[in-house]
């Protein structure tokens, strides 16, 4: 009898654990998710009236501006760009997959 409340104490056990380690890492994809925040990103880019236009491209995001010297690139980067690249009046920067979601907020907001 006592050997069979072991083995239901230690299944319990190792449920909870199983489902602790789920929550974590439900926790963690969305923290990552939610790591660029565009609002910020556009403002770093020189606000809404510096963006011409803008494109993307699997993982980059190409923003063509009006005054390339008002993008914080060092800030961008902070933000969780992973590269810039400055051509002219472009920026090249690698988000990752968020690349897309931000071209259709900047869309939505021009």
Do not use: C, H
């Amino acid at each position: 009898m006592n050997m069979v409340i072991r083995m239901n104490y230690l299944e319990y056990v190792i449920i909870g654990f199983v489902l602790l380690v789920m929550l974590l890492a439900i926790l963690k994809a969305t923290k990552q998710g939610a790591q660029l925040d565009f609002n910020k990103l556009v403002e770093l880019l020189g606000g809404r009236e510096n963006i011409i236009s803008t494109e993307n491209n699997l993982s980059r995001f190409k923003v063509t501006l009006k005054d390339v010297s008002k993008a914080n690139k060092e800030g961008i980067q902070k933000l969780g760009a992973k590269g810039i690249v400055e051509i002219d009046n472009q920026l090249k920067i690698i988000l990752g997959p968020e690349s897309r979601q931000l071209k259709k907020y900047i869309d939505e907001i021009k």
